[in-house]
């Protein structure tokens, strides 16, 4: 077994259902070592850092073709981590997570290297396609990386979501399963992005926190997984049919972070002087 | 079935002459250079391919189909002289079929067609465009060669034009491109990257040329061996050590301690994949590979183990 692999986490990896090799590599290029590896850190931030609560993963297909559509919330890919956590250490089976990376990932050294390692592909149609095509679960966050930008006061609110996503569901005839990822804004509370700074780094922007530097404090998370959504189509419908699907999308997911951010608050929701 | 093969004295197209006499087809070879020891049964003529007494075999054989073999992958002639071999042999190849009643023209291509970037997609599909040309600019002549040989489709409706583009292949015969890359002790790679790469047999780049002539193939094809894995694990199973070296010096490595010489357009190449879809042409002909990772590296290595 490789290094710094926990062996639990090994066994929910041989039950994901994803096709490897001789060499522990499937036709994407991810590898089932570098998946224990950075499972087993992403496992111990899940279980042990924070207090993660996740509502309704049983709306989540346990096999075949569907996408996992939400909010942003915090910067630095945590809500993805969650999302891919949730489905690795909950799940019944266990399954694999795949999103779709800002293209300015891949160009970078190492950059290409780990997304592809773990099943994040470039974000291109042709990708997103062809992973569904093959029956693989597939993370969307339709804010883009305006969503991750998001401030801590704007943290439960919702910005423009992309359209992209839907034509995508309509085409492959891919079920959608809203969610919710709240707690993300305080543990990174963002309190202003640097961008010029964060491209001397290479990167879009860099998050300011009151800290200074964007570390996620260990707060609870919740993450609310509503049932599957499925639109009937073509994906070549007019721009209005498109955007009101999209809506009926987004309405889904704000009523989730409404319910979750009164339990938040009811709960004494954690804040940030 | 009379076919002329082009190119027939390189590695891959004497594979081919091979693969066709054992399928029972008759052999005449155009080549410019010799091939010693050629197997029995087969016509070899010593002519450039762009010139008259090429023309010539055409004319007096009147074959039933050509398989165009006869382009210049290898980066060390000088770039005018391979837009001549590849772009206007092509040429000449296609307007003596239109003359001399061939039926049908076989292109063998390059997947390298399609280019690596950071932003294009796994498994290309014949529709993508050229890539290469932006990302590799050394390759545009076999691009344009390859583009050109897809016009005949249409200029040429009544011939059967069928263009394949041929992922890198690796075996016994220890030759093209991914064969000379891991031909050193140690393998220069950009660190950081790690690209899928695709690779089949020899001897299934051979079995599924000839198997696309009798199917009587149309149209543009890809062609592809088993599924693709990552440079680092074939550099490893080839027994070759992996030096990673940040992209910047590479021009400083090149060529010295052993390290082959790589041109620049190249990188690109061992940054990102270049990987093709090939399930149309296994659904055209049913081609199925023979060889599998362990088989094609076992063989690989045999004819070509690590220098000590």
Redesign the interface.
Known sequence: MAWFADKDISERVDRMEVEFNQFGVDAYGVSKKELVRTYTLLAFFYRKYFDVTVNGIEHVPARGRAMLVGNHSGGLALDGAIVTGSMLLEAEPPRLVQAMTDKFINSLPFGSLFSSRLGHLTGLPEHATRLLEDERLLMVFPEGHLGTAKLYGDRNSLVRFGTGFMRLALRTKSPIVPFAFLGGGDAIPTIANLEKTGKLLGLPYLPITPYLLPLPRPVSLELYYSEPMVFEGTGNEDDAVIQDYVDLVKERIAGLIERGAKIRLGRGESSVQ | MRVILTGIAGKAGQLVAQELLERGFEVIGIDKRAWPNAPEGIQIHRADIRKRAAEEVFRHERPDAVIHMATVTHLARRSEERYRINLQGTRAVFDHSHNYGIKNVIFVGRHTFYGAS??S???HKEDDPPQSVNTFPELSDLVAADLYAGSALWRYPELTTCILRVCYTLGPACHGTLSSFLRGKRVLT?????P?FQFMHDRDMARAIVLALEKNLRGVYNVAGP????LS?IIK?CGRQQIPV??QLFGLMQGRLGMPRVPRGAVAHIK??VITNADAFREATGFEFEFD??QIIEQFLEACPPPH
Do not use: I, K
């Open positions: 950071s932003v997609p796994l498994y950009a660190l950081g990257f790690d899928l599924m693709p894995v990552p694990v199973e940040p992209e990102f994949p990772h362990t």
